[in-house]
């Protein structure tokens, strides 16, 4: 058996999951609130709307206390993307694109992921704006007025709930395809030495299978 | 050697009014008159969501909003294909019914009672025109209903939100049909407001109007204008096809049926412009063009078969035969002949609010479900205490293209056409004699008979 | 000394909104006091603007005081086009000799949109003596600085409202941009309700200038979200909403502009509290907001449409759209990782291997 590396801290990985919840709750809670006959998933909109109002507590909160733990473990150094990552996109897109056998060997995170990861956080502080714009409609009047109306704040703020559905997504579909190991490294932390977090070809490209 | 007077503001009115008159040997020869205000925001409904029409045109008129909420659904109905069911038929016909009751008692008692009796020093109704006639006790009596207009006023419109949500600017109107079903205790509250406002229309109302009519009989021949009316028609009955009011137009008295693809626009005399589209049709766009060379009014003057017609509740009452306005003959278009009209309209229309709350049947559907199609052009008319309304739209890909609103004001206040005609009110002062010096009250009496 | 305390006037402007209005509790006490505020008479000059007149026809709605009480024994309301027995230039005279007369000492009150384009060629009020147009912008400027206070009444006078809407071609705009700030108090509403017009009017004669919101808004009238005291709150909280015109329930998915707009409506209610929109299963459509009509429309969608080059989506279509190409690529780059031996084929070779 590999030898098994420990890969996620603790605080990281608890940080990762109750995030994680937290973003599951506001999204499906959004949606419901947006409309319950079409996103049935709560009992009423009182229930959906408290666990809203608490999860978007929680996320900020958890999304702060990563960013300081990411300072304080020193773990930004792989986790912030750089203008040089952007460098690394097109083998990866040749990989994602079965253009190329294996995933380069990028380090701990790949420049996807840290643009990911460090959109979200982006992501996050818009919909907290946006979000707390509709909270309190009068203690942000003047500046919701002036930035285009509440209206168009309501929108944006469901506009950005879709792209965390569908980022979260690809990320939840990726670390599938990682395999078990992958899913596993967030629980226990441990993540067997020398294996890839990605799958790699046999052979490139699909065409030269069919 | 004919002398120029201009009066402006002709306050008292919807909108303010600039007249331009000359006068030669104690008669006006020729009249202007103008509203020096702009107010127009159809262009705002450019790439709106069409039902945002139907709030948003309400505001054309603080008066006569019920007209515009009805004609713009009914544009949208006419594209849609939507038949209304009873109840919707019903409350919009209660509701035009009272915002005409409601405008002809503004129009009484605010517009034309202050040239005839004075306001002594109550309130903001100071001043007072000369020529007065009307004994003191009358006239303490025409006061006291002055006041009392108020209270009735504000019942129509309390009895117009207990089914339409609030007034001025009501809300159940909406495309489809109205949003509040009928309830019994809705009914049975109107039903009892109504009785409080019969009770004024056909006592303190007609009373005070034969007042003025005995004291100035001689104004059933002044303010004549030229004896033409239209009116687009109004208050559909059981049949689709039916009206209690009909769409007729009548040339020096004689009716026909209106036939609405003659209506056309005419911004020889408006601040206006066409930026496309084929001039003269209603349902182009328009633009506001200040200081246009011959122009003088920010009135979109409409015409039909190119003639200037008068609308109002003089002609709606003359075209659907009331036999009292029929039986005045000729004399019904005069200043007096237009007071007539709105006392016998409204008693008319009491009458028929009670049956309409009669026939109301709690628990039927007030709306149909429909789609506004998304492309297609369409037209909605309706009726007003101070006369036809016509919205004109056009869709494209599901949002409103074009939208143009035809109010009263087009008609009665149509600024000199192409042709040289005058419009019904400018036609009404010419050949009015005027006593005085200063601004003479005839012509204040015939301009605000409107 | 006032027979009523500034205390007890607030509360019966809001307390009482949850029984029956201002108007139903507009005791003795308040009629007494008006009647000694008014002994100093500051005279009231009420402008029309660019407006449909449907404020003036919403304070002819008041009850307790009435019109007649109002006029004759609260306001002394020495200039309203719409009442006034004058015509042409003693009209225009008239209204700029009590201003001149009461400078620093009358209130202003203005109904409608100021349009500023062409030099206010958009709307003229009249003509002076010498027979030279005045126009309406010019009017106000002078107006507005001689007055004591100034009250923008509706949404136009506010904020622009209607008379602003895109594309605006007359540059209509609220007063507060004519006359300085701090000089105006917006009662805003399309119309606004007659106890809003007359509470303030009533405030100002009582009490000086009531405290106003982050719009110029007395407080005492539009301190409350229309949602948080919507009685329709329970079927918003149950999600029980009504999805058609005529059907009840929550009006949200109908357009309610509720949850954006501030106003007491559902506690005060309309037309001597017979009813208001929301009673009627008419959605609000936020009249008394800032960004009235131009950021609550659409009237009747919850939001508006996405507007792209050439196309108009709904963001709901956008959303759903957007999560089903998700789905779409997902699986497709799934199969592609079949197909590829990324996954699933790889255990198969290694079985073949033994």
Redesign the interface.
Known sequence: MAKEMYYHTLPARILHWVNAANIGLLTTTGLYIRDPQVFPFFASMDIARKTHFIAMYLIIYGILIRIYYSYVSKDYRELLFRPGDLRGFPALAKYYLFLSKELPDYGKYNPGQKFLYNAWAVLIFFQAVTGFALYFPNASAQLTRMLGGPLLFRQVHFMLTWVFIVTVAVHVYLSFIGGWTVVKSMITGYFPEGEHMQPSSERVGINERL | MPERLVIHPLNRGVRPVKLELETEAGRVISAKAGTTYYWDFENSLKGKDPLDAVQLTQRTSGLDFVSHAVAASRALEELAAVKLTGTAKLTRNIFLALDMIHGHLTHFYQNVLPDYIPFPGEGPFYGGPGDLRISPEARNQMLKNMWRSFEIRRLIHKMMAVAGGKAPHIFSVVFGGVTQPATTSDIVKMSSILKEITLFVNNEYSHDLENVENAYPEYYQIGAGAGNFLAVGEFPQEKQADFLIPARVAVDFVPLDLERNRISVDYTGSWFAFPDGPEGSPASASTPVPGKPGGYSWVKGAVYDNRTHQVGALARMVLSGNPVITRLGNRAASVLGRYRARLEESKMLVNHITGWLEQLEPGEKPAKAAEVPEEGQAAGFAEASQGSVAHYISLKKGKIDRYNVLDSFSWNLCPGTRGGQRGPLEEAMVGTAVAGPGVPVEVLRVARSF | MKAISRRQFLKLCTASAAAVGLSQSWIPAVAEAFKKAAAGDPPVL?I?G?????????L????HP???EL??EIIN????????????????E?LTKTAGENRGNFILVVEGAI?Q??DG???????DSA?N?IT?VRLLKDLGEKAQTVIAVGSCASFGG??A??????DCVGLEKIIGVSKVLNVSG??PHPDWIVGTLAHILLFGKPEL???GRPKLFYRG?IHDNCPRRQY????I?A????ENGCLL?LGC?G??T?GDCPTRL???A?????????PC?GCT???F????????????E?KGPGI?ST??A??IG??VA??VG?AA??A??Y?????G??KQ?EEGDI
Do not use: Y
Request: aromatic letters at 10%; one cysteine or more; glycine letters at 10%.
């Open positions: 009420w029309q660019s407006a449909c007149n449907g404020c003036s026809g919403s002819m709605n008041t009850v009435g019109m007649r006029l004759t309301l020495s200039h309203h086009p719409g009442f006034s027995s004058e015509a042409g230039n003693l009209f225009t008239r349009p384009a062409n060629a958009f709307n003229l009020i009249g003509q027979g147009p309406l209607v008379a809407a895109n594309p605006n071609p007359a399309c119309p919101d982050d719009f979200l918003f909280d149950n999600s909403f999805r058609r015109f005529g998915e502009k949850p954006l501030s309309w037309n001597e017979s009813s208001w929109c929301v009673s009627a299963n008419a459509i907001d800032p960004s009509p131009d950021l609550t429309m659409p009237f009747f969608k919850r939001m508006p996405i108009t963001a709901d956008v959303g957007l999560g998700t789905a997902l780059h799934l592609g990782n197909l590829t031996g990324r996954i084929r790889k070779g």
